[in-house]
Nanobody
Framework: QVQLVESGGGLVQTGGSLTLSCAAT????????VAWYRQAPGKQRELVTT???????HYIDSVKGRFTISRDNAKRTVLLQMNNLEPEDTAMYYC?????????????WGPGTQVTVSS
């Protein structure tokens, strides 16, 4: 059974850094584009960044220059390095990926990891 699990969230002061990790487990054949989303209390879930199999990346304007996404296909892991964090970055962060396994392909989500930035 394919699963995505995020880790690395926590409480950090403004200007601090965190590295989030998204690990895929199960009988995986291939992983396509991976994305990080976030959802702050009372707000809609928003796309933060994506990375393709070929390592092409996309970031929303508010995190450009501060966040870096990377992937290790052999380890089936995607990292999100977050620097110079701001209180506005406080949210639950979710990993999302299109994954192929022995029974086909599907869109998977992790349970999320909380990031809290204090002012």
């Amino acid at each position: 059974q394919v699963q995505l699990v995020e880790s690395g969230g926590g409480l950090v002061q403004t200007g601090g850094s965190l590295t989030l990790s998204c690990a895929a487990t199960g009988n995986i054949i291939d992983i396509g584009t991976v994305a990080w989303y976030r959802q702050a209390p009372g707000k809609q879930r928003e796309l933060v960044t994506t990375i393709t199999k070929g390592d092409s990346t996309h970031y929303i304007d508010s995190v450009k220059g501060r966040f870096t996404i990377s992937r290790d296909n052999a380890k089936r892991t995607v990292l999100l390095q977050m620097n110079n964090l701001e209180p506005e970055d406080t949210a639950m962060y979710y990993c999302n990926a299109w994954i192929w396994d022995s029974s086909g392909s599907d869109d998977y989500w992790g349970p999320g990891t909380q990031v809290t930035v204090s002012s």
